[in-house]
């Protein structure tokens, strides 16, 4: 195997942490001897073991002069486990590729390090794949003060997020809604607009597979602060937090009855100060689901870092709900174009994952 192929696999198996690490990186790690992995293994819990001490565990003296393979800088610190670099050093390793450095500075030195102790060192190695995995994991230390924020729609082939009845009931299939349980599994909260919370009734709740650390908080944007008390959301608040995010004065008929139904209410001028007064209660990701008024004004606001398309094949025609709505119109040279960070197939459905540049 290359260095390149056992940074692909070191990738893939930082995927199984997802879900259950953040708000610390994925991270995965393999050891090659002359082009044979001797040893793999991956970050699999918040605060537990680091992707290399899995990964050299049993491999004992078989890592003298070896290589180690890995998405992430060794740490350099103590934190909630001892630092990677002590191991590797240890261990008597001769090489390390890396993906990416480490963004956290407490972490961080762990290169510096190495290469002072005498092993080679290499940076850079699928940077882009590396970065693109832990683009929520970035962020935090970007210092925007407001969470990462993901924007995930299933639509039509002519993006309409449901038909001319309001019914979007299923427009992706069930591959695509497989995938989006675990999507939300990897964040600290799940948004919708205020419309589709009472038209959808949706649970926003995990109900895949795999189960989350942390059970996401589900939050919906509203200016009237209207959710009828008898909606799945506010029926199922021992279940998962509810916050009511309100940017207007609207009625107040909801407050009343707010704090009996468990629901955290949040007050902001406007999208942004609604999403940094999430940020400083915690939440470090959210994942919206719609609708078109919520995703157009997060995209006019430039507050989308990151775009899941589910796009199913039918269509719903002119009538049916548009996926934005209040997006302005660029000149075609002047429009921004996204990264695609990934697009394949789901069952009959295309999925396309984009991020802001
Ligand atoms: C690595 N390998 O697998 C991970 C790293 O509190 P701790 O000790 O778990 O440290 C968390 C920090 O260490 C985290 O913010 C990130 O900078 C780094 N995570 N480092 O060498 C790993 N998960
Ligand atoms: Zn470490």
């Not at 008390?229 to 937090?241: D, K, N």
């Amino acid at each position: 195997m290359t260095e390149l192929d056992a940074m692909r696999r070191a990738i893939q198996l930082a995927w199984q942490g997802w879900g259950r690490v953040a708000p610390n990186p994925l991270v995965g790690a393999v050891v090659l001897r002359e082009g044979n992995v001797i040893g793999e293994g991956f970050h699999a819990e918040f605060g537990h073991r680091h992707a290399e001490a899995a990964a050299l565990e049993g491999v004992g003296t078989g890592a003298e002069g070896a290589t180690l393979v890995v998405s992430l800088e060794p740490c350099a610190h103590h934190g909630k486990q001892p630092p990677c670099t002590e191991l590797v050093i240890q261990h008597g390793l001769a090489r390390v590729v890396v993906a990416m450095a480490d963004p956290n500075p407490v972490a961080a030195g762990g290169l510096d390090l190495l290469r002072a102790h005498g092993i080679t060192v290499e940076l850079g190695v699928m940077q882009a794949e590396a970065e693109s995995q832990n683009a929520s994991f970035l962020h935090q230390f970007k210092g925007l003060r407001r969470p990462f924020v993901a924007l995930k729609l299933s639509t039509s082939l002519d993006s309409r997020i449901a038909d001319r009845a309001g019914s979007s009931r299923w427009i992706s299939g069930p591959e695509a809604r497989e995938y989006v349980h675990w999507l939300r599994a990897g964040f600290d909260a799940i948004g919708v607009g205020g419309r589709t919370a009472r038209v959808d009734d949706a649970s926003l709740t995990v109900r895949g597979e795999l189960v989350p650390r942390c059970t996401p908080k589900r939050v919906v944007f509203t200016r009237t602060g209207e959710l009828s008390p008898t909606s799945r959301l506010l029926m199922t608040t021992t279940e998962a937090p509810v916050i009511l995010a309100r940017s207007g004065a609207g009625s107040l008929g909801m407050m009343d009855y707010a704090d009996a139904a468990g629901v955290t209410v949040i007050q902001g001028e406007e999208l942004a100060e609604l999403l940094s007064k999430l940020w400083q209660s915690g939440v470090t990701s959210i994942l919206i689901e719609g609708g078109g008024e919520l995703a157009g004004s997060l995209l006019a606001g430039g507050l989308v870092d990151r775009f899941y398309w589910i796009q199913a094949p039918v269509w719903l025609g002119d009538r049916a709900i548009p996926a934005f709505q209040g997006v302005p119109a660029p000149l075609l040279g002047a429009a921004d174009r996204w990264h695609v960070a990934e697009r394949r197939p789901l069952g009959a459905d295309t999925l396309l994952v984009l991020d802001r540049r």
